[in-house]
């Protein structure tokens, strides 16, 4: 199964990637978690992202583009994979398709969430996320067992840039701009689901997993 996952920025793609991946064994691949690995290791590339990443703006495509093409080429993508943040516009779409196609490869489903944009707001101020281990909590939903402390590893818990109010509005208007246009992108191809993500993370799986199911039986 071959799927990607659109949808604004706090709609829970992220939580829902780990999930259909470990149940259906695919390989999750997440352009935030590619690029923040650049930006710890420091390399070229990360560095150019982090200043696009702390303003709450889109990454450069050549640099997102190069981290996904290097990752699809890995063998644990070879049984198939959950797109996690990318593409975030129509020439990144066209770009992957190009990639796929080389590889013999097509995607089978498109799922875009949909949550009120008061509740992505309060879902993404809220969130403290671990720079050590990347585990994430929430102030109101998920809280860590002590206050500001990492359960997983200890450290302390922080509130990323790119989470803090001001960030959070314009990272929405960047998608509205540019990414939106992705829905129109899938749906002419006939590849688009929509999906009402407001609901608890089990109750989004659920629907989730019967949107996949016919593709994981094919």
């Given at each position: 199964?071959?799927?990607?996952?659109?949808?604004?920025?706090?709609?829970?793609?992220?939580?829902?990637?780990?999930?259909?991946?470990?149940q259906y064994r695919l390989?999750?691949?997440?352009?935030?978690?590619?690029?923040?690995?650049?930006?710890?290791?420091?390399?070229?590339?990360?560095?150019?992202?982090?200043?696009?990443?702390?303003?709450?703006?889109?990454?450069?495509?050549?640099?997102?583009?190069?981290?996904?093409?290097?990752?699809?080429?890995?063998?644990?993508?070879?049984?198939?994979?959950?797109?996690?943040?990318?593409?975030?516009?129509?020439?990144?779409?066209?770009?992957?398709?190009?990639?796929?196609?080389?590889?013999?490869?097509?995607?089978?489903?498109?799922?875009?969430?949909?949550?009120?944009?008061?509740?992505?707001?309060?879902?993404?101020?809220?969130?403290?996320?671990?720079?050590?281990?990347?585990?994430?909590?929430?102030?109101?939903?998920?809280?860590?067992?002590?206050?500001?402390?990492?359960?997983?590893?200890?450290?302390?818990?922080?509130?990323r840039s790119d989470d803090?109010?001001?960030?959070?509005?314009?990272?929405?208007?960047?998608?509205?701009?540019?990414?939106?246009?992705?829905?129109?992108?899938?749906?002419?191809?006939?590849l688009l689901s929509s999906?009402?993500?407001?609901?608890?993370?089990?109750?989004?799986?659920?629907?989730?997993?019967?949107?996949?199911?016919?593709?994981?039986?094919?």
């Amino acid at each position: 199964m071959r799927v990607v996952f659109l949808g604004a920025p706090g709609v829970g793609k992220g939580t829902q990637a780990d999930r259909i991946a470990a149940q259906y064994r695919l390989a999750k691949i997440s352009t935030g978690d590619l690029l923040r690995e650049a930006v710890r290791a420091r390399t070229l590339l990360g560095l150019e992202a982090k200043s696009y990443m702390d303003q709450g703006k889109l990454v450069p495509d050549a640099v997102v583009i190069g981290l996904v093409r290097e990752k699809l080429a890995d063998p644990s993508c070879a049984a198939g994979f959950v797109l996690d943040g990318f593409p975030r516009t129509a020439p990144q779409a066209e770009d992957l398709g190009t990639v796929l196609m080389s590889k013999a490869m097509a995607l089978d489903r498109v799922v875009n969430f949909q949550v009120p944009r008061e509740d992505v707001v309060r879902r993404l101020s809220g969130r403290r996320s671990c720079l050590k281990c990347q585990a994430t909590f929430h102030v109101g939903f998920a809280k860590p067992k002590a206050d500001g402390i990492c359960d997983r590893c200890g450290e302390l818990l922080v509130q990323r840039s790119d989470d803090q109010r001001e960030a959070i509005e314009t990272r929405l208007k960047v998608y509205d701009e540019q990414t939106a246009s992705l829905v129109r992108y899938y749906d002419e191809r006939q590849l688009l689901s929509s999906l009402d993500a407001s609901g608890s993370v089990d109750e989004v799986f659920q629907h989730l997993s019967r949107v996949l199911t016919p593709y994981q039986m094919r």
